[in-house]
T-cell receptor, first 111, second 115 residues
Framework: GDSVTQMEGPVTLSEEAFLTINCTYT??????LFWYVQYPGEGLQLLLK?????DKGSNKGFEATYRKETTSFHLEKGSVQVSDSAVYFC??????????FGKGTKLTVNP | DAGVIQSPRHEVTEMGQEVTLRCKPI?????LFWYRQTMMRGLELLIY????????DSGMPEDRFSAKMPNASFSTLKIQPSEPRDSAVYFC?????????????FGEGSRLTVL
């Protein structure tokens, strides 16, 4: 079945560092791919998405490109801020109504 | 517009007690999902509804868990009897289908502690 694998955390960075969180997927067909973010004490919220191969999703300085050849959707940001500290979830939307989520990667950014 | 509203935000109860968690989806959304989040297992889908009808409850852990959606603006997740291993944060989310290409809108969660 469909699945998502994302890098284990936690990830700790200093402010203004470059961020990469790896995400790979297994799916039949042509899924949509998502990154959700969960700030402390809150529910998840959509950060960005891409619906077809080679699409780049972007929001709040974060980017991810849908790479079909490597079945990947890695999240990147050039310069992280303390306010980016959160848990990041990669997710896949396949043929069913359900989204399949990765286990989440906790990011802590220190000043 | 109001987002997904969940209640209670926090619940502490004793083993064996009945727990009812409530969710009001965003108006106009006709898909509703219940998730459970724990450190050990991450985010697990328990059940989802389309147009108030349960479509997939394969994630419901056992018969102690039940969920209902009597109308388009209200859903409940009930645990009876509760056990300490049920301690988790329970999220409700809603969307316009299909969820697989759209955006899920999550509530702030109900943190359940079973002593």
């Amino acid at each position: 079945g469909d699945s998502v694998t994302q890098m284990e955390g936690p990830v700790t960075l200093s402010e203004e560092a470059f961020l990469t969180i790896n995400c790979t997927y297994t799916a039949t067909g042509y899924p949509s791919l998502f990154w959700y973010v969960q700030y402390p004490g809150e529910g998840l919220q959509l950060l960005l998405k891409a619906t077809k191969a080679d699409d780049k999703g972007s929001n709040k300085g974060f980017e991810a490109t849908y790479r079909k050849e490597t079945t990947s959707f890695h999240l990147e940001k050039g310069s992280v801020q303390v306010s980016d500290s959160a848990v990041y979830f990669c997710a896949l939307g396949g043929g069913s109504e359900k989204l399949v989520f990765g286990k989440g990667t906790k990011l802590t950014v220190n000043p | 517009d109001a987002g997904v509203i969940q209640s209670p935000r926090h619940e502490v109860t004793e083993m064996g007690q009945e727990v009812t968690l409530r969710c009001k989806p965003i108006s106009g959304h006709n898909s509703l999902f219940w998730y459970r989040q724990t450190m050990m297992r991450g985010l697990e889908l328990l059940i989802y509804f389309n147009n108030n009808v349960p479509i997939d409850d394969s994630g419901m852990p056992e018969d102690r868990f039940s969920a209902k959606m009597p109308n388009a603006s209200f859903s409940t997740l009930k645990i009876q009897p509760s056990e300490p291993r049920d301690s988790a944060v329970y999220f409700c989310a809603s969307t316009l289908p299909p969820a697989s290409t759209g955006e899920l809108f999550f509530g702030e969660g109900s943190r359940l502690t079973v002593l």
